[in-house]
């Protein structure tokens, strides 16, 4: 794949410089990060590196003490959670926050904020995921945890967003479904939608990402195209402490 | 929202849907086996019909608490100054217009106290979204600040009831064609409880209603869950919370008008003196669930009714002891919903 | 010496100071600063309230409990001793110390099974319960009416030596009678001390600390290795056994148990009003608290109808200065504090006095 030249345009996403303090902790020491309209950028680093909290701080839930969050041009640091989803990010969470008492249905109802969800966009996520077409009208509650990451999804995809802010969708799931996920955020981006992906999936990060970046201790200490990350073993091994070879 | 489902595949395992019943059984079963205890049937009849309209009224009150300790987790201390607001609010329709309810029409009667009830809700509607927006606002999230503020609004709450109305009771007698009871055989089912019983269920139905099948009640249900990605799904939470606190508040000043007339005078002290009773059934009933509100209700007040009449003595302790039992069945109540 | 004997808590303030020392003298003092039977009142009562309300905080103000229930406590303690000089002919020590210990040994008891069975819920559920135990129990107190009294209470002779007919010199010092009233006043007033300084040494002990620690963190404290539920416990059977002895001393003055004195929310609210407004966890927010607060309810009345009285006339003002409404206005400042005193009124000047120091730069 092809990066996007990123001089060519402004980026769709980008943050400058930000902190963020939770209670007395302070987690992130000014990350600097962009991603370019379009792209599916991939954000790695050990666990603890301050990933969650950087998707966390850009939908809003947590406040950003220092820094600045642009968002299609607009500077979103400062606004509130509802606000910041509105102007066209979903966020799927790494707990999936899936409602256990609501059915799949009444989910993706509630994600669809512009009236009843589009019969024909439905139809389109449940070619990728088959299992909310069965469960439909079951408790969300009552799904294994890859179906309930597919609800995650889903929702996000129930209406077209600008950016899908992603954390860790492949943990813990089987190979098949991974398979789907990943068919499900191809045909995402071909529709034009830009993917900030958090993942530790070797492969899935290999075969889908445009650009990673990577974090340790609260900062961004690599950002480049994936092909530049993926050709260089060495600087895998510095930066991951692994390898992003799957034959290694 | 008219998505028709595929239907599933014939040879597909669909996991059966787990359906809680066991709360649901508690009512019929504790009526039935208080049957040959009680052993009269017309008594037994007066009884339960007492217990039910007793224990709709206080679902009525406590349906609000519940709510809103669900969706907000918050705990409202001073929920009784709903209750006694409503109740007294009541009085301005009800004592101007106490010729039509003197007079032995149902139409009219029933027409004033919907009226009365209407302001009453509407009051108390304010009332809840001026609490909300100043006492509980600044603190959400500080359980321990909330118990203190909501119960200082309580206080003030009582002191200007005594302000606005005098610090004597009023008694608000029933209306003329709600006093008396029907016969059925040798059972007397008193008129007004029927009525308390009908509004109770409207109330309940209502809510079930609102919860399940419209987009507000999809809020609801998921801000219990997950308030945060209700947010980050786009909504204003804290608006939803509002409306909610005001609507549960409306709700405890129906619950205070029907309490009132049921106890025919009212106090300040009214809502207070109940408090404990609510705690009591939304403990039972699971914090946050409706559905567990109007089971633990309707069993509070069964038992209240059946214990005062087969062992006085107990009836006092009689809600404490179901309490602790359904505790120790379940320990987060008939029906946990996370937050609790 | 003094830093032994408030156990290093120092009041850290000059205002504090002096507010506790005028206290304490005042209290000391108060039969001879004073003349009649209400103002010793005022001061017997005041010495009461401050122990109930300390022992209140330690509950709520360092280990972070609510709890409804302390109220009963209270008034097992009064109940204990009232009953106990009720039921016999001979008021002695005996049976008033008989009374006492079986009252104590029953808030042990309650106290050691409310905590264990709700002590290991949430802080609501715990507040909750606790509401509904104590309801229950003053309902009950007034329904036993045969043993109890039922809701007038009892009233009971005490021992010869705390009579007001027993004389212990004769003649007057200050215009007081060195009467058993008041030998009765200084048995409340250094029991009320003693208990008080107690408290203040328990508070500032390991024990305390590891109190506040888990009122702050209970996770870390239970990972650091702490039992948190062995130490609640505790707090929860010191303060109830507290409360129950400044309960026996209330009953010795009286010479009067009841349901509204001794175990209604009345007091309950008093309790939280005044831990508040004084300061929570600072165990000194009780003696400014409760003095403020019992002064008062007792004076502060009869300003209030000299000023309805003034305000005869104009409608909703005279209504909102009548002297039963005082409540109002003690709600009004209850719910104030609670978001521009957070930490009270003795908070308030510590941190001032904390302030001042460091402000010369």
Redesign the interface.
Known sequence: MLAPDPAARQPLLRLAGVHTHIGAYHILHGVDLQVARGELAVLLGRNGAGKTTTLRTIMGLWRASSGSIHFDGHDITRLATPAIARAGIAYVPENMAVFSDLTVRENLVLAARNGPPDTARVDWICSFFPALRTFWHRPAGNLSGGQKQMVAIARAMVEPRTLLLVDEPTKGLAPAIVHSLMAAFRELKAQGTTILLVEQNVQVVRALGDTASVMDDGHVVHAGPMAVLAGDAALQQRLLGLSLDPHL | ???A??A?PAD?Q??A??RDIAPLLLVPLLMLAMLPLVGNLATWLTLSVAGLAMGMMIFIMASGLTLV?GLMNV?NFGHGAFIAAGAFSATLVLLPLRGWLEMDSLTLNLGVLALAIVVAMLVTGLLGWAFERL?IQ??YGQ???Q???T???M??A???I??VWG?ETIAVPLPTALRGAFLLGDAAIDKYRLVAVAIGMVVFVAMYLILNRT?IG??V??G???G??????????RRLFVMVFAAGASLAGLGGVMWGLYKETLTAAMG?EI??ML??VI?IGG?GSVGGCFIGALLIALVANYAGFLAP?VA??S??VL?VSVLLWR?AGLYA?GR? | MLRQLLSGDLPRSRILTALLVAILLGLALAPFLTSGARPLNTAATICVYIVLVASYDLLLGYTGIVSFAHTMFYGIGAYGVGLALARVDEPTWGVAMTGLGLALLLALALALVVGLFALRVQAIFYAMITLAVASSFAVLASQLSDFTGGEDGVTFSVPQVLSPSFVLLDGEVFGRQLDGRLLTYYVVFCGCLLLFLFLLRLVNSPFGRVLQAIRENPFRAEALGYRTMLYRIWANVLAALTASLAGALMALWLRYVGPKTSLGFEVMTDILLIVVIGGMGTMYGAVVGATLFILAQNYLRDWMAHGAAALDGVPVLAAVLHPDRWMLWLGVLFILSIYWFPVGIVGKLRLQAWLAQRSPR
Request: hydrophobic content about 55%; glycine content about 8%; proline content about 7%.
């Open positions: 929202m008219s998505i489902p595929v599933p597909s669909l996991p849907i787990r300790f705990i006492l600044p603190v359980h321990l600040k118990i203190l503020v119960m200082g609004g206080i003030v009582e002191q200007l005594h302000v610090a987009k999809l809020l249900r998921a219990v869950e997950h945060e990605m209700v947010e980050a799904l786009g909504y204003r939470i207070g408090m404990v705690f009591i403990i914090l003595n006092l302790v809600s404490i309490m320990p919903t609790g």
